[in-house]
Structure formats: structure tokens, C-alpha cells
């Protein structure tokens, strides 16, 4: 007995159900980038892992007196990376056993960078196909089009700034100074979280 070298019925039905699948991965991919662009956002508080890294981190220099800092991403803005630096310092005085403490110095950078931004889009679309199937004497095409998923992923150039702030501070006990260089500790950590 001979076997039979045409192709099953159901060929083109595996070769949609890959296709689909295909297709599902695709716009699973999509998704992914899609959301992991969305993701971006301000800087969290939080310690920063490095000198180069975002986020704050403190180093003493005196008994009393240190320097903090907090580095922001391009996504927060110049006032929020300054109350994360002075919240910092607060909670750093209430460590330190300290009540409030006055900036002997501060400072503010921008940090400029022209690179791009990660911008996404989905496109639906149809794809051709021509389907041929083939008898003992003869052979016929159907052409058909097929749904897919199209992506893409663009990287435009456009100036970004961040910021990175800077306090000096000195720690004293007692009741704070009433000037515009003195905080009391507890009262500016309950200022700034209740913006945050």
C-alpha cells in the first residue's frame, strides 16, 4: 500500500493557530514596552545605590554637621528633589538624636542631557496570503489577508534636565531659630510628607 503524499485538510488550520499565536506574543511584547515606558516616572525617595545612581545619601563631617544630597531623574522637578534633600535631613537630625537644624551652605544643579525619550505605537494591519491546495489532477489558490499586529518603537531627541540638591547642615538640641536658614525637624518632615 502506497502513502499518501498529500497534505492533510487541517495544515492550514496549524498554520493559522501559529499564526495567531504569533500574533498574541507580538502584542504581548507590545504591551510590555508599551507599559514599561508609562512606568517611568519621578525619582522615589529613596537611598541612593551609588554616587551616580538617584535617589539621597548623607556623609558626615563633623560630630554635628553633614553634607546631604538628593539626585532626581528627569521626571522630578527642581522643588521636589529640594523637599526630598530637606526631608532627608530632617529624618537624619531625628536619627542623630538632634531636635532641629540650620543649611550653612546649599546648593542647586541642572544637569542638562539631549538624549530621547522611548515613544511607542500599535498598529493593527492585514497581511496577504494566497493558500494553494492541490487535488490528484489539479491545484487551486485562494487568496486571503490575515489580521496582525504591527509595532513600533521610536527614540526622538529632545533636551531633558534633572536636578541634584545639596544642604550642609549643622544639628542642634533645643527649640529651632526662627530665621529662613533654621528647621525644626519634626515639623518639616510632617510639611513635606503631607505634600508628598
Not at 493557530?17 to 508599551?34: E, K, M, Q, S
Not at 526630598?84 to 542647586?108: C, H, M, P
Not at 499586529?149 to 545639596?166: C, E, F, G
Request: aromatic fraction near 10%; hydrophobic fraction near 35%.
Amino acid at each position: 500500500m502506497k502513502k499518501s503524499s498529500k497534505k492533510p485538510a487541517n495544515a492550514v488550520a496549524g498554520y493559522q493557530t501559529t499564526f495567531h499565536t504569533a500574533t498574541r506574543w507580538i502584542a504581548l511584547f507590545a504591551a510590555t514596552v508599551v507599559l514599561a515606558a508609562c512606568a517611568s516616572g519621578h525619582t522615589p525617595y529613596m537611598p541612593a545605590q551609588n554616587e551616580d545612581s538617584f535617589g539621597y545619601r548623607e556623609s558626615a563631617l563633623g560630630e554635628n554637621r553633614y553634607r546631604v544630597t538628593f539626585a532626581g531623574n528627569s521626571f522630578t522637578s527642581s522643588d521636589q528633589v529640594q523637599d526630598y534633600t530637606l526631608l532627608r535631613a530632617a529624618e537624619l537630625t531625628i536619627q542623630k538624636g538632634y531636635d532641629w537644624f540650620s543649611v550653612a551652605n546649599r546648593d542647586t544643579a541642572t544637569i542638562e542631557d539631549s538624549t530621547g525619550d522611548v515613544s511607542t505605537s500599535v498598529g493593527y494591519s492585514t497581511v496577504p496570503m494566497v493558500e494553494t491546495r492541490c487535488g490528484l489532477l489539479t491545484c487551486s489558490s485562494r487568496y486571503s489577508t490575515y489580521p496582525t499586529l504591527a509595532t513600533r518603537v521610536d527614540m526622538p531627541d529632545r533636551d531633558r534636565k534633572s536636578y541634584t540638591s545639596q544642604l550642609e547642615i549643622v544639628m542642634q538640641h533645643g527649640t529651632a531659630e526662627r530665621d529662613a536658614d533654621s528647621y525644626d525637624a519634626r515639623e518639616l518632615i510632617d510639611v513635606i510628607r503631607a505634600r508628598m
